[in-house]
């Protein structure tokens, strides 16, 4: 049973970077695309950002040139850096295999304040 922590949110001005981590544990990671997903209030969970275990990457449009998803499979470790951030980026971020499997872990605040 995969299990997911997700760490590194806060609150930040417009502007501001933050570093999203996220510790994958119960899978043989090497295995699994990995995806950062966020959930707005009042919101669908959507897709952020994917990684294929070769390091192939896509982003949605909306973040596209600001954040960067990369992954450490030594350390079974997927990581988000977020640049520039907005506003709109506010939300709960949460990592998982692509496309996901049924554990969600409790996610990581972002907040981005103008």
């Known amino acids: 049973q995969v299990q997911l922590v997700e760490s590194g949110g806060g609150l930040v001005q417009a502007g501001g970077s933050l570093r999203l981590s996220c510790a994958a544990s119960g899978i043989i990671f090497n295995n699994y695309a990995m995806g950062w997903y966020r959930q707005a209030p009042g919101k669908q969970r959507e897709l952020v950002a994917r990684?294929?275990?070769?390091?192939?990457?896509i982003y949605a449009d909306p973040v596209k040139g600001r954040f960067t998803i990369s992954r450490d499979n030594a350390k079974n470790t997927v990581y988000l850096q977020m640049n520039s951030l907005k506003p709109e980026d506010t939300a709960v971020y949460y990592c998982?295999?692509?496309?996901?499997?049924?554990?969600w872990g409790l996610g990581t605040q972002v907040t981005v304040s103008l």
């Open positions: 990684i294929r275990s070769s390091g192939s990457t």
């Open positions: 998982n295999t692509y496309p996901p499997l049924g554990n």
